[in-house]
């Protein structure tokens, strides 16, 4: 269920000033300060709010706050701007009224930002969509831009508006928004020029030249020093609070947003740069022949560098700076200006190119902010106006004058608007109204604004009239037609009562707005008014090659001369105003009346005294009484009967029929005198405040008895739930207790069972196995009889065979058995296959031992062979070789052992491959069997000659080693024998036929490595052919060789290692040549 809240729940003071009681200014201050004092800077009167400027930012504008207060009624919740913005919505698209918020208050009040709240909110809650949003974020962002420009900081507000604003949001048929126009009232461009202490000049300049980046700033001829500008006040440069960098990425963000393109932001910053660099042109005097001085400009580099920046010719402005061209009728006159006309000129072109500057800018947002289509729509007008200004020390001129005419313009309005709308509320709900007395500040907009003796016209004649006029002049006129004025003091009045004030000096008029009085100096009326930009100057902006410039100066346009004067300020500004009260006229207006709490921008501080000024000349006092001179309080019959029906028992808890009649018998039953209320067509009206709280108080003991009834009750249904849940849960408990206990007594008895169970089986299971075993014993015995008997039988039956043959069979059998035995453990320890391994397995039994041996030699035998088999012919006839020579040597010479390993190679010359002996080779016929390097033993001295030794099938031959040539080849037949020592030499003598052809030389007495190799070959061959006898082979230490006639014996002596290792040979005597052949160690 929705929760119905009311502005009078939670009340801090009282929410709504009509309700206060008693109603006294100090209640109503005492109200607003406390309200205050607990960040409560809403109060309503009516419909009216009045907004503290809290001067810290407060929790109470979040997203969830604009929901909060999102389609509710305006009474419904604590009072909030946000109320106001969504009365104001919801009447214009669920009413199709047109609405108008006016913001008033004075400087630094809160003006703006209440706009601005007011314009978010309205964008929070109204449709949504990709347009819808474009818009709203385009009318948003055009804040930011026209705050540099138009707002300033000033000794009353950092952020102060120096124009007027008045925007329009426009509205579908749905309330989405279509778009908006501004219009901008007179912007205080004096400051351009000049500002007052403490105070800065637009914020653009600072943030331009704080945020723009250097390519930027030197693209516009500028520095990033303020001091270097002459129109930026140095004294309050830097604001508290203020980022001016960071402010001008804002305004270039928003800039882009709302729809300006690069070019155009591009020629606005040269427009503010040239207005920097204008500043900076000063003049010097220069005397004339005739006598009077001449302007010129002094160091004519800013001027050059502004005329760079706008596209102008120097030269024509630097003229216009030194001359004014007067035209009338026809007729050009041209007057030189001295330095301070120069100045003048400055001045005011610097203030027009930034006015006119600012009024494009305000016509460029309006082109991308307006509705894009023509269809009829809603509008919602937000008006900030520049609040009521004074400056205390009378330095208030005609800037002020205008502002404060504006302000007492709103506050004529809104006495009228209150005053009527409250009358016609009674018109409309039948109700009788009484007239109230108030003050109407109509005569003092008269004052000012009266076509024939207003000060506006007064001024405007006397700025149109021939002859010298001047500010004094002005003041003189003023006091002749203003003298019995009221409202209108002055020194020099014809008045004798302000004679001696002097407080009002006398170059003064002092004027008692509504808000006060205020005294203006009339020094500068003339020429504000006036707004002079001499002709030369506007032409030659218009001759500027800037598109923007030439926008801007239209009337420079020599060929539009217009001689008639242009309007006045004072007079353009009552025309817009005009234009702008006729506007609000038709526009339902809703009020936010802003109040500073204290002069120094802080928060926490309320000063009595300020406030009180301003609640009394806002009227707010009157305000309250006229709404409470007829009835103080209203609400429709709805909500009045949903709030109060439980003050009556009929009403209570429901009413079936129409709320009006609801509300009528609660009224009725309450006793509330007749002439307390009336009844309205839709809402009903209470006269005094009393009557209310008496309601509110009778409802809050109404809530409390309520309240206490609805506890006892819920305290009632709270025990009884909580007792059945009990009994419920106890129920639950108690069944399951007794399902645990029988499943244990269950558990318990079954195990018992079980027990007695396995002890009855266990006893029936081995009385059962006892008669099992008795039977099977009984079983056994009976077999074994039966076996025994049968036993003897047999055995006596057989016995007569068995005692013959049994012995013989036992025998075989058993000699079998071990004979099979044997083999087996044979086969399983056999030796290895190797033919010299001597291993053989021990026999087992004695008897088996010819067996034994014969198997060893068997298995020999076989293994041997298997050995064999796996030899090649030439391997074999290897082995034949050695075996041969083993046979001639083993045990007979000394040097056979270390024969056996070396394998005979037989060619150890390569002779067939070798080409040294391809010659050689020719000469034998035969295969080489052998080719060796012999020494051939010289008998003379015993050395030894080294000789090639061939052997081949038929002969041998010797041939000398290194040509190759055949010495001697004998046919082997001619051999007969061969002698060797028993030692380890290499001597071998090789003994010739008796009487044969070859052996007319003698014996060949030999020494060869290969000794053993050569003799076992030559032996093979005289073995293997048939035509030849064996050769001998004589192996011993001493034998005969026949040298040619002679006989030498050749003597083997054993020599001891340390005559040196190598077998040496001696001729000793004629007949006998010693070998000495060293014993191996
Ligand atoms: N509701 C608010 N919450 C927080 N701060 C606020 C609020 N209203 C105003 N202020 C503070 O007060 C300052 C002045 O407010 P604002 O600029 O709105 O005054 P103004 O009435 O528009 O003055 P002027 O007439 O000089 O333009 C703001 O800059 C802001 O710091
Ligand atoms: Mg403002």
Not at 723 to 736: E, P
Not at 877 to 905: D, R
Request: net charge positive; with cysteine.
């Amino acid at each position: 269920m929705e929760v119905k809240t009311s502005l009078l729940d939670n009340m801090i003071g009282v929410g709504d000033m009509v309700l206060l009681e008693p109603l006294s200014e100090d209640s109503f201050l005492d109200n607003l300060k406390k309200r205050f004092d607990h960040s409560e800077i809403y109060t309503y009167i009516g419909s009216v709010v009045i907004s503290m400027n809290p001067y810290r930012s407060l929790p109470i504008y979040t997203p969830e706050k604009v929901e909060e207060y999102r389609n509710r009624n305006f009474y419904e919740l604590s009072p909030h701007i946000y109320a106001l913005a969504d009365e104001a919505y919801r009447s214009l698209r669920d009413q199709d009224k047109d609405q108008c918020i006016l913001i008033t208050g004075e400087s630094g009040a809160g003006k703006t930002e209440a706009s601005k709240l007011v314009m978010s909110y309205v964008a929070a809650v109204c449709g949504k969509g990709h347009e819808v949003n474009k818009v709203k974020e385009q009318l948003l962002q055009s804040n930011p831009v026209l705050e540099a420009f138009g707002n300033a900081k000033t000794v009353r507000n950092d952020n102060s508006s120096r124009f007027g604003k008045y925007m329009d949001i426009e509205f579908d048929f749905k309330g989405d928004p279509l778009g908006g126009v501004i219009s901008n009232y007179l912007l205080e461009k004096s400051r351009v020029v000049k500002q007052p202490r403490g105070e800065r000049n637009f914020h653009v300049f600072y943030q331009l030249l704080s945020g723009a980046s250097d390519d930027t700033l030197r693209k516009l001829k500028l520095d990033r020093d303020f001091s270097k500008y002459n129109y930026l006040s140095l004294d309050s440069a830097a604001v508290n609070g203020l980022d001016d960098a960071a402010n001008f990425r804002t305004v270039r963000n928003a800039m882009q947003i709302v729809g300006f393109m690069e070019d155009e932001v591009q020629s606005v910053l040269e427009l503010v740069a040239a207005v920097l660099k204008l500043g900076n042109i000063e003049f010097k005097p220069e005397s004339r022949c005739n006598g009077t001085d001449e302007s010129r400009v002094k160091d004519k580099n800013d001027l050059k560098e502004m005329c760079e920046l706008l596209g102008i010719e120097q030269s024509v402005l630097e003229r216009a700076f030194s001359y004014r061209t007067v035209e009338a009728k026809m007729e050009k006159v041209s007057t030189t200006l001295n330095v301070a006309q120069a100045y003048y000129a400055r001045d005011a072109l610097a203030k027009n190119l930034y006015s006119r500057l600012f009024s494009w800018l305000v016509t460029r947002i309006n082109e991308s902010i307006q509705a894009q289509t023509k269809a009829r729509h809603k509008v919602m007008g937000v008006l900030d106006i520049y609040g009521f200004e004074i400056f205390e020390n009378g330095d208030n001129s005609f800037e002020q004058f205008i502002i404060n005419y504006c302000n007492e313009k709103l506050q004529q309005i809104f006495i009228e608007l209150t005053l009527r709308e409250e009358q016609e509320e009674y018109v409309r709900e039948g109700i009788e109204w009484t007239n109230i007395e108030y003050f109407n500040n109509a005569i003092i907009c008269d004052l000012i604004e009266n076509n024939q003796n207003g000060i506006l016209a007064m001024l405007d004649e006397e700025c149109l009239r021939p002859g010298t006029v001047t500010d004094e002049t002005f003041l003189d006129k003023l006091n002749t037609i203003c003298a019995d004025h009221q409202h209108f003091e002055s020194r020099l009045n014809k008045n004798s009562k302000f004679l001696n004030d002097h407080s009002l000096p006398h170059n003064c008029f002092r004027i008692q707005h509504y808000a006060g009085k205020v005294l203006y100096r009339v020094e500068g009326f003339v020429d504000k008014n006036n707004d002079l930009l001499y002709r030369d100057l506007s032409q030659a902006m218009y001759k500027a090659n800037h598109s923007l410039i030439k926008q801007l100066f239209p009337e420079g346009n020599p060929a539009k001369v217009n001689l008639k004067r242009p309007p006045t300020a004072g007079f353009q500004f009552r025309a817009s105003v005009g234009t702008l009260m006729r506007n609000l006229q038709t526009k339902n207006p809703n009020y936010i009346r802003c109040i500073k709490p204290n002069d120094k921008k802080a928060s926490h501080i309320f000063t009595d005294s300020l406030v009180c000024h301003q609640v009394r000349y806002l009227g707010l006092m009157e305000n309250v009484r006229v709404r409470r001179a007829g009835y103080a309080f209203r609400q429709p019959y709805e909500p009045c009967l949903e709030r109060y029906k439980m003050l009556c028992k009929r009403t209570w808890p429901h009413w079936k029929g129409p709320a009006r009649e609801g509300v009528e018998v609660l009224m009725a039953d309450l006793q509330i005198p007749a002439e307390e209320i009336a009844y309205g067509r839709s809402k009903i009206f209470i006269r005094n405040p009393r009557t209310l709280f008496f309601l509110e108080e009778k409802r809050k003991q109404c809530l409390q008895d309520l309240a206490t009834l609805i506890q006892k009750i819920y305290r009632g249904w709270k025990c009884r739930t909580h007792f059945l849940l009990m009994k419920k849960s106890q129920i639950v408990v108690a069944a399951w207790y007794r399902r645990y206990a029988q499943q244990k007594k269950y558990r318990n008895i079954k195990s018992a069972t079980t027990v007695v169970q396995s002890y009855t089986r266990g006893w029936q299971a081995r009385k059962l196995l006892r008669e099992l075993k008795y039977q099977k014993r009984c079983e056994e015995a009976v077999t074994t009889i039966a076996a025994f008997w049968h036993g003897t039988q047999v055995r006596r039956e057989y016995r007569k065979f068995f005692r013959a043959n049994a012995g013989k069979k036992i025998y075989d059998f058993t000699i079998q058995r071990i004979i099979q035995k044997y083999f087996l453990g044979l086969k399983s320890n056999m030796p290895s296959m190797s033919p010299i391994d001597k291993k053989w397995p021990a026999r087992p039994y004695g008897f088996l031992d010819g067996v034994h041996t014969e198997l060893r030699k068997i298995f020999h035998h076989w293994r041997c062979k298997k050995y064999r088999d796996q030899f090649t012919e030439e391997k074999k006839a290897v082995y034949e070789e050695k075996l041969e020579a083993s046979e001639i040597f083993k045990g007979k010479k000394a040097l056979y052992p270390s024969s056996v390993s070396q394998p005979f190679k037989g060619d150890y010359l390569e002779i067939s491959k070798n080409p040294k002996y391809q010659k050689l080779n020719s000469a034998v016929d035969e295969k080489v069997l052998l080719a060796d390097v012999v020494n051939k033993i010289n008998r003379a001295n015993g050395k030894g000659t080294p000789r090639i030794f061939l052997l081949t099938k038929k002969n041998f031959v010797l041939a000398d080693q290194k040509t190759g040539q055949v010495k001697a080849s004998i046919p082997l037949p001619d051999v007969t024998s061969v002698s060797v020592s028993t030692q380890k030499d290499g001597f071998f003598a090789l003994k010739l036929k008796e009487g044969s052809a070859s052996a007319v030389k003698g014996d060949f007495l030999l020494s060869s490595e290969h000794l053993i190799e050569i003799i076992t070959k030559l032996h093979r061959i005289g073995a293997t052919a048939a035509d030849r006898e064996k050769l001998k082979v004589d192996i011993s230490d001493e034998f005969l060789v026949q040298f040619k006639q002679d006989k030498v014996c050749v003597k083997f002596i054993q020599s001891s290692p340390k005559n040196g290792n190598s077998v040496s040979c001696k001729r000793k005597n004629n007949r006998l040549l010693e070998v000495s052949v060293p014993t191996s160690p």
